[in-house]
């Protein structure tokens, strides 16, 4: 099966194969990849798909993006991943009250749903290496989650190596022991004394840096990577399976990957209304679609911790696509940010995004009380990024269609939120049990170039 090259958003880069682009992660010109032609399947042929049990689902879309550029076997080995779940539906969406429902994406091995995407990304990068007889080092910042599902996807992996940058005590214990705790040697935490969007700054200079670069691979698998998405699409198409009708996403939205590979599946075929992001109060992406700036501020510490991003960087790939495809524009756009830290987006732009696109932004209190309204309402203990979806559906016109809040982490994983919120503590799930005893490993370093790159120098 042909399967598309992949570009970059700023223009600058080469067109590649997909097992190149998941190497890679940035396009060397700062831009983000994308398939240079959307795999575009009929209704008839999404209907297929749709019907499908979700690994083999999942296999057919990696099929779409990935064709022959990696052997068959490890898009089986990584769609196979998915059958290790502990529900058999993978991705349960679950009724609520007619018309609402909530997807379900934390029955994975860290009990949050970027496990979706990270278990199948292990298997597809090791195939890529080994059929370059190549290694690599995977750099990642993480606001918890990402983390750790990192580590479980990859520790004792032969060819890869794995450094995990985390903000110093602005994650969840829980999400710091499943990070530090798998006690293997190819896995490196640091915790970075700054905030997320420090973490993020510093990958995103590593892995710029030529002579970090010399000699080996470097690579990322923060949601920049376009392997990541990938992994998310599937869930999309099984949801809407089950809501009979064209859905409307809402989606708890940081880095903008999980909202984008909503956006993807629609491209592919998908049938479904306006997705709404929902954010926390660290809300650039909601003061970008409803006023035209994207601004930089300080990100502010939350209940909903895997959303505290400033800057969240999946928006370019929307600015682009919604420029129509205009790289040229879309580079001017970023670069002008990256260096002021704020940018107007300019009208025409502003409205295509809107088409497909809102984002709303939920409080603190409004979170909480979400908690504790679904527990009332639905018996349902729920974490706080979900709370955050929640509340967004609630804002959500019911007369454009079914609405499916996602569900992207167990709410064992934030256990002072949700007994602030309940007044109980939730009930972990298998996952999550017996991290307590284990032996910790992680460094405190600096938010510093040369602080970082020192640290790494343990894993070589
Ligand atoms: C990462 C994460 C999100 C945000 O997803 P993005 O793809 O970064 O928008 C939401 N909820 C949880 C629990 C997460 O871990």
Not at 17 to 45: I, T
Not at 67 to 82: H, T, V
Request: hydrophobic share 45%; aromatic share 6%; with cysteine.
């Amino acid at each position: 099966m042909t399967a598309p090259t992949y570009l970059s958003t700023r223009g600058r880069a080469p067109e590649i194969g997909f097992a190149e682009a998941l190497l890679r992660g940035m396009a060397p010109d700062g831009g983000l990849y994308l398939p240079s032609v959307w795999p575009n399947r009929s209704p008839a042929e999404i209907a297929w798909l749709q019907s499908l049990p979700y690994p083999e689902l999942a296999y057919e879309i990696l099929r779409l993006f990935i064709g022959d550029d990696l052997p068959n076997g490890a898009l089986r080995a990584a769609a196979e991943r998915m059958a290790a779940f502990d529900d058999p539906a993978v991705t349960p969406c679950v009724e609520l009250e007619p018309g609402l429902r909530v997807l379900e994406l934390f029955h994975g091995p860290t009990a949050a749903f970027k496990d979706l995407a990270m278990q199948m990304m292990a298997p597809l990068t090791e195939a890529a290496l080994e059929k370059r007889g190549e290694s690599l080092l995977l750099l990642t910042a993480t606001s918890g989650d990402t983390g750790a599902a990192a580590v479980r996807a990859f520790a004792g992996s032969q060819r890869i190596r794995l450094a995990v940058l985390h903000p110093l005590d602005r994650v969840s214990p829980v999400q710091r022991r499943q990070m530090t705790t798998s006690g293997a040697d190819n896995v490196l935490n640091l915790a970075v004394r700054g905030d997320f969007d420090d973490c993020q700054r510093l990958v995103k200079a590593l892995l710029a840096d030529e002579g970090l670069r010399e000699g080996q691979r470097l690579s990322s698998v923060n949601s920049i990577n376009w392997g990541r998405l990938v992994g998310q699409i599937p869930y999309y198409l099984a949801a809407a399976k089950a809501t009979g009708g064209p859905p409307r996403f809402v989606v708890p939205t940081g880095n903008f990957g999980d909202a984008f590979a909503g956006w993807a599946a629609q491209r592919i075929g998908l049938k479904a209304g306006r997705l709404t992001c929902a954010v926390n109060a660290n809300d650039a992406l909601a003061r970008a679609l409803n006023e035209g700036r994207y601004a930089r501020r300080p990100a502010t510490p939350t209940a909903s911790v895997s959303m505290d991003v400033q800057a969240p960087s999946n928006f370019e790939r929307l600015v682009f696509e919604a420029s129509g495809r205009d790289a040229e524009r879309t580079a001017a756009l970023f670069e002008t940010f990256a260096r002021e830290g704020a940018v107007e987006i300019p009208p025409d732009l502003l409205a295509a995004m809107r088409e497909n696109v809102e984002a709303v932004s939920i409080g603190e209190a409004e979170t909480s009380a979400q908690i504790a309204h679904a527990w009332k309402a639905w018996g349902r203990v729920v974490c706080p990024h979900t709370a955050v979806a929640l509340a967004a559906a609630g804002r959500v016109d019911r007369a454009e269609g079914p609405v499916v809040a996602l569900s992207t982490a167990h709410p064992a994983k934030f256990p002072e939120a949700v007994s602030k919120a309940l007044g109980v503590e939730p009930e972990a799930p298998a996952q999550l049990r017996g991290l307590e005893g284990k032996t910790e490993r992680f460094e405190v370093v600096d938010a510093d170039l040369n602080a970082v790159r020192a640290a790494l120098s343990a894993l070589a």
